[in-house]
């Protein structure tokens, strides 16, 4: 049945990350059908939507303060493996499933999925599998043409801008799989206040990113001259925008964390550490500095001034590339004599966000407001038909003998889908002791990465 204002709709959501929970659950507000489904600029719960999360189990699995932080609210919220989502996806009817996930996982869960709904509407009266979506948590600018393939399968693969759409739409095309699946729409997190003017204090942040730059050297450098902006305007307030804290871990490993590279420093008093939702500290921004992170276009959609740094180079392994032409390139000599980037309005029209002009999204009109309607309308139409095709990835065992088995066998699936034998909790909930050893193995993995794999490295270069 499609979707009514007399009856909830269920959707699912599943993601590695804390960064993809993020990206999941407010995709999952934006693209429900039906008038009583507009999203708020925050994710709060909407009125007819019922939304249950599952956290795939990983490095990555995003703790409580995470999950806090994000400040996205779930009717129900649970930690599984794959196999135990695909249990889930069994027992359980949904109308839409968002698979918020690295391309792999994606790729592992579309055939697990076809396996635990092959034939599930041909008996009468049967219940229709869920329509399944899935997207890019933010800026695609490596691995585009594995991260789509991977993806490929699903009934709606999202693109946060045009210009993403037009590049999925060419990279299916030109590999001869179907393209339709390729829907244009926005990044969901973009929202709050517009920009008005500067505040008091003028305020600096510099958003960090988790893996990029990936070494000391580098960290270091970004570190020192953020610091050396702090002394030479003591009138601003330099904020050093985090991610997480030590131990903890985002969409993207960070070996080298800023708090503990900082710890050698001193900075003076007018510079200082926030966590936090991105969305409220970029309400008391003036400067939005960055190499390339998504928060970027956040605080372009806000027109809050936006720097992106090329004092490490522009280079495709720093992401900073994709912002050629957009403006907003600057050097931190620049920023310390008070340039202020003017974003190209062409060019920040193709990425999906809003620069300049009146600030028709928060007024409920405008290019953002409707960015989602064609996703909405495709959902609805899948809703409303009598019959659903099966999921058909690109990748099979015919088409990548090689390289498919490899993927779901990380997953614990077989080359069809299926449960390996051994697979984790494949016949049973884990108890409290299993539950104690996963959260162990996962604390030993993270101080690994971040604190022996860094030494190693170090010897490995004496």
Not at 28 to 37: L, Y
Not at 147 to 164: E, I
Not at 176 to 193: I, M, N, Q, Y
Not at 315 to 339: P, T, Y
Request: proline share 7%.
């Amino acid at each position: 049945m499609p979707p009514s204002t007399t009856k909830s709709l269920r959707i699912a959501v599943l993601a590695d990350s804390d960064t993809r929970w993020k990206w999941g659950a407010l995709t999952a507000d934006r693209i429900a059908p039906g008038p009583s489904m507009e999203a708020g600029p925050r994710g709060e719960a909407q009125v007819g939507l019922a939304l249950d999360g599952y956290l795939l189990r990983g490095r990555a699995t995003p703790t409580a303060r995470q999950l806090e932080e994000v400040g996205v609210r779930a009717d129900s919220l649970r930690e599984v493996t794959a196999v135990e989502f695909l249990r889930a996806m069994a027992e359980t009817s949904y109308d839409i499933v968002v698979l918020a996930l690295v391309g792999g996982g994606v790729q592992a869960m579309l055939h697990g999925l076809a396996r635990v709904w092959d034939g599930l509407d041909k008996e009468p009266g049967a219940r229709k599998r869920p329509v399944v979506v899935t997207g890019y948590v933010g800026v695609v600018y490596e691995k585009l043409a594995d991260g789509l393939l991977l993806r490929h399968g699903a009934d709606l693969v999202l693109a946060n801008s045009r210009q993403d759409a037009e590049r999925f739409r060419a990279v299916y095309e030109g590999v001869g799989a179907d393209a339709s699946s390729v829907t244009e729409v926005a990044l969901p997190f973009l929202g709050g206040a517009a920009y008005e003017g500067e505040h008091d204090p003028y305020t600096v942040v510099f958003a960090v990113q988790p893996s990029v730059p990936d070494n000391r050297r580098d960290r270091v450098y970004l570190l020192d001259r953020l610091i050396r902006h702090a002394r030479l305007h003591p009138e601003r307030e330099v904020l050093l925008k985090l991610r997480s804290r030590p131990g903890e871990h985002t969409t993207h490993i960070e070996e080298l964390p800023y708090q503990k590279l900082i710890q050698r420093l001193e900075p003076p008093a007018n510079f200082r550490l926030v966590y936090g939702n991105m969305g409220e500290v970029l309400d008391r921004t003036d400067l939005l500095v960055t190499i390339s992170s998504t928060a970027a276009l956040e605080s372009l959609h806000r027109r809050i001034p936006t720097a992106v740094l090329t004092d490490l180079g522009i280079r495709e392994v720093l992401g900073n590339h994709h912002f050629v032409g957009s403006g907003c390139l600057a050097s931190w000599d620049q920023l310390d004599a008070g340039h202020r980037p003017v974003p190209d309005e062409e060019w920040v029209a193709r990425q999906g966000v809003v620069a300049g002009g009146t600030s028709q999204t928060e007024s409920g009109g405008g290019s953002y407001a409707e960015a989602f309607d064609a996703a909405r309308e495709r959902i609805a139409k899948l809703l409303a038909s009598p019959e659903r095709p099966p999921l058909t990835p690109y990748y099979t065992p015919v088409t990548a003998p090689g390289y498919l088995p490899g993927i779901l066998a990380r997953h614990h699936l077989g080359p069809d889908g299926t449960p390996l034998p051994g697979a984790p909790a494949h016949d049973k909930e884990p108890g409290p002791v299993r539950q104690i050893v996963r959260r162990a193995a996962r604390g030993a993995y993270r101080h690994g990465v971040q604190r022996v794999a860094p030494v190693i490295r170090r010897m490995g270069e004496l």
